[in-house]
C-alpha cells in the first residue's frame, strides 16, 4: 500500500539557516504529494503541493519538487525563521482520490 | 480558499458521556470528510471516511460504535465520541474534499477532547 516516510525530527537550526525535511514515498500510480505545517495547538494548513512528476510547489520561501525517479518530495527553505518552527507532513493522495496518507511529521524548531 | 470549521475547539468531559464534534465546510460542498485522530507528537491517524447520505468508512481497529460519525448534509459532518473514557482523550481533526478534486484536503482547526 502507499506510504509516507520522512525524516526524524525533532531538528533544530539557527534563524537565517537552511532547512531540507526529506520525503519519500511509496505508491501505485502518479499520487500527488504535499506538504502540510501544523502549528502548536493547530489544525494544519496546507504548505505547498505538486500533482505530477517533476512539479516544484512552493510557498513562503518553501519549495518541494515532485522526483518520481527517486519517489521523494524533500521540503526547503534558503533562510528559515523563528516563525517557521512547527511541525512539517509529507503527504500523499491517490489518482483516484481518496484518503491522505501521512508521514509521521518532522518537528522544527529556529532558535534566534 | 476553503474553509473548513470544527466545533468545539476544546471539551473537557466526564468519563461516561458522550460529546459530539462538528466539521463545516463554510464555502464549498464536500463530498467526502475525513476524520483523523492525532496524540502529542504524533502523526494523524485516520479514523474514517464519510461521504454525503452513506454510512461512513472506517480504518481498521477504530470501534465504528465508540465514534459514530455522521454527513448528513453536503457542509456537515459529525463526530460523536460515545460514553467516553480518558483514553479517548485526545486531538480530533476533520478535514474535507471539495466536488472538484483537485487533491489537496482542507482541515479543520481541530478539537481537543480530555475526559476527566
Known amino acids: 500500500g502507499n506510504s509516507v516516510t520522512q525524516m526524524e525530527g525533532p531538528v533544530t537550526l539557527s534563524e537565517e539557516a537552511f532547512l531540507t525535511i526529506n520525503c519519500t514515498y511509496t505508491a501505485t500510480g502518479y499520487p500527488s504529494l504535499f506538504w502540510y505545517v501544523q502549528y502548536p495547538g493547530e489544525g494544519l494548513q496546507l504548505l505547498l503541493k505538486a500533482t505530477k512528476a517533476d512539479d516544484k510547489g512552493s510557498n513562503k520561501g518553501f519549495e518541494a519538487t515532485y522526483r518520481k525517479e527517486t519517489t521523494s518530495f524533500h521540503l526547503e527553505k534558503g533562510s528559515v525563521q523563528v516563525s517557521d518552527s512547527a511541525v512539517y507532513f509529507c503527504?500523499?493522495?491517490?489518482?483516484?482520490?481518496?484518503?491522505?496518507?501521512f508521514g509521521q511529521g518532522t518537528e522544527l524548531s529556529v532558535k534566534p | 480558499g476553503a474553509v473548513v470549521s470544527q466545533h468545539p475547539s476544546w471539551v473537557i468531559c466526564k468519563s461516561g458521556t458522550s460529546v459530539k464534534i462538528e466539521c463545516r465546510s463554510l464555502d464549498f460542498q464536500a463530498t467526502t470528510m475525513f476524520w483523523y485522530r492525532q496524540f502529542p507528537k504524533q502523526s494523524l491517524m485516520l479514523m474514517a471516511t464519510?461521504?454525503?447520505?452513506?454510512?461512513?468508512?472506517?480504518e481498521q481497529g477504530v470501534e465504528k460504535d465508540k465514534f459514530l460519525i455522521n454527513h448528513a448534509s453536503l457542509t456537515l459532518s459529525t463526530l460523536t465520541v460515545t460514553s467516553a473514557h480518558p483514553e479517548d482523550s485526545s486531538f480530533y481533526i476533520c478535514s474535507a474534499s471539495g466536488e472538484t478534486n483537485t487533491g489537496e484536503l482542507f482541515f479543520g482547526e481541530g478539537s481537543r477532547l480530555t475526559v476527566l
Open positions: 503527504a500523499l493522495r491517490g489518482n483516484q482520490g481518496g484518503k491522505l496518507i
Open positions: 464519510s461521504n454525503e447520505g452513506s454510512k461512513a468508512t472506517y
